[in-house]
Nanobody, 115 residues
Framework: QVQLVESGGGLVQAGGSLRLSCAAS????????MGWYRQAPGKQRELVAT???????NYADSVKGRFTISRDNAKNTVYLQMNSLKPEDTAEYYC?????????WGQGTQVTVSS
């Protein structure tokens, strides 16, 4: 079993920055894609950004140019640097990782951006 633990959420003013971290632990053989999703109240969970084991990235249009995803394979950790935050970025952010057989989710970390 693999556990994902997120950290770094909080309250920030519009235009500010936050950095989310997600560390994987447990029976890790090989994690392929890792990424971040978010869910705002009353809305469906949506993709924010993903990164492959080789470092290829993919971003939602709404965060391109503002967010940067990265990972440290040696530490089984994925990061999300969020700059120029907007009130519409307010959501619960979830870490995701998958292996060949399984898909894992973290417990979520709240990001609130005040106007």
């Amino acid at each position: 079993q693999v556990q994902l633990v997120e950290s770094g959420g909080g309250l920030v003013q519009a235009g500010g920055s936050l950095r989310l971290s997600c560390a994987a632990s447990g029976r890790i053989f090989r994690l392929n894609n890792m990424g971040w999703y978010r869910q705002a109240p009353g809305k469906q969970r949506e993709l924010v950004a993903t990164i492959t084991s080789s470092g290829s990235t993919n971003y939602a249009d709404s965060v391109k140019g503002r967010f940067t995803i990265s990972r440290d394979n040696a530490k089984n950790t994925v990061y999300l640097q969020m700059n120029s935050l907007k009130p519409e970025d307010t959501a619960e952010y979830y870490c995701n990782a998958n292996s060949v057989l399984y898909n894992y989710w973290g417990q979520g970390t709240q990001v609130t951006v005040s106007s």
